[in-house]
């Protein structure tokens, strides 16, 4: 077992120390950008102001013969703008790819400074954010870095999930996890070819009705289970939790309706693949202004957070003051980066 005194001492010497919490930052949504397309890295000075996070991808998605292009055209992205309040994120290849070592060595040694958070694809167990922990510290020593990088995990194989909350609790390093459900689907031996989102044919049918009349059925929400875990695992560590891709960009009220889903559950924030998906995410994960009005209201109704209020004609007590202050400190989060908002927020 390691030593609680030990787990927040840097893994290697020189190393900066490890966060004690999470920087607060706003993190609707991780854009995602495929760096290999130089017309792509032209859009990255207008998207920067666009979106919460931006993220390189070096993994799935992009062609084997361009994955080395990807890492370069990372660099060079990276290195070419000001990326401002906006966090700079790298999806690296997985820890058994022929490309993770170098994507981690160049990136870390041109970019280091810059970044934000590595996220790991394909997470097993607590063994491979071990071993990307111990490596980044390396970097950051020789590299001089004054600030950790932050470690991301998709969770999207069976022993991931059943791993979680050993993960999550892996390092201090860990800033959350991301749904994976294409993989996710694809190593569970799901029936669907569907990125992310529902299927038709996941329904609860009620009970028998009147002869002649319909029966109904109702859709359910396949990814129910995993996203509740993922989101207890990271409360429980003081992570964060996000739905990750929605692939199918015709469908953008689906998209929503999944976003919404998991917001409401407690995700932080979902992958973006397309410029479309960003209004959809900001939308979802920026709080309702008239449930923000109404946490306010429970606020004031308690100042010090105890006793009993009635607010509206609903009954407020301490539990309910917690879930008031959740609402409204996200909102003073996207009322610094949002003006619009912050003025339908009235904080
Ligand atoms: C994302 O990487 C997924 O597999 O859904
Ligand atoms: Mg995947």
């Not at 892996?170 to 959350?176: D, L, N, Q």
Request: aromatic residues 8%; negative net charge; charged residues 25%.
């Amino acid at each position: 077992m390691k030593l609680p005194r030990n787990f927040f001492k840097p893994l290697a010497i020189g190393a900066p120390a490890p966060c004690r919490e999470l920087p607060v930052r706003l993190e609707r949504m991780i854009h995602f950008v495929p760096p290999h397309i130089e017309k792509v890295r032209a859009k990255v000075p207008e998207l920067i102001g666009r979106v919460d996070v931006l993220l390189g991808n070096l993994e799935d998605a992009i062609p084997a013969d361009e994955k080395e292009e990807a890492r370069r055209g990372f660099i060079e992205m990276a290195r070419a703008n000001d990326f401002s309040t906006t966090s700079l994120w790298v999806r690296v290849n997985a820890l058994n790819s022929p490309w993770m070592l170098d994507d981690v060595l160049q990136i870390v040694e041109a970019v280091g400074y810059k970044l934000d958070v590595m996220m790991l694809p394909k997470v097993e167990g607590p063994w491979d954010i071990h071993y990307l922990d111990q490596l980044l510290a390396q970097l950051e020593a020789r590299y001089g870095l004054r600030k950790p990088i932050l470690i991301h995990a998709i969770l999207e194989t069976p022993e991931g999930v059943n791993n979680i909350e050993a993960i999550a609790a892996a390092s201090p390093r860990m800033h959350g996890f991301s749904l994976g459900p294409a993989d996710l689907a694809a190593s569970r031996a799901m029936k669907t070819t569907r990125v992310g989102g529902g299927h038709p044919d996941y329904r609860v049918l009620a009970d028998p009705v009147a002869e002649g009349e319909a029966r109904p059925a109702y859709q359910q929400d396949l990814w129910h289970y995993t996203i509740a875990r993922m989101v207890d695992a990271c409360a429980a560590t003081g992570l964060k939790a996000f739905y990750g891709p929605f692939g199918d960009f015709s469908d953008p009220a689906a998209c929503e309706a999944q976003f919404r889903n998991a917001f409401l559950l407690g995700c932080a924030g979902a992958w973006t693949l397309h410029p479309t998906q960003i209004e959809i995410a900001k939308k979802v994960f920026s709080p309702d202004p008239a449930e923000v009005k109404m946490a306010h209201k429970i606020i004031q109704a308690m100042p010090d957070g105890s006793g009993a209020a009635m607010v509206d004609g609903k009954m407020q007590d301490d539990a309910t003051w917690k879930q008031a202050k959740v609402l409204v400190d996200l909102a003073r989060l996207v009322s610094a980066k949002d003006p619009e908002l912050a003025a339908r927020y009235g904080l």
